[in-house]
């Protein structure tokens, strides 16, 4: 009874240490994916929010410097 007990166990922490190395490699992958970043295929978020700060103060400084001479 003992040794079935213990031979179902062994069983069991095989299987958990299956599922737990399966997760590893996925969340390794997962990470693998998004470490990588080609600036060709697309414009990071940043940069977009940047450039429309940028143009937006350009903008304004125009704006101001018609009513405040020497600015």
Known sequence: MTKDFY???KEEQKLLY???QES???KNERMGK???W????ETAVFSQIKT???ALYRGLKTW???FIPGF
């Open 52 to 54: 429309s700060i940028l």
């Open 7 to 9: 031979d179902h166990m």
């Open 34 to 36: 998004m470490a990588v």
């Open 38 to 41: 080609e600036p060709d295929e």
């Open 64 to 66: 101001v410097i018609q």
């Open 18 to 20: 299956y599922s737990y």
């Open 24 to 26: 590893l490699r996925q």
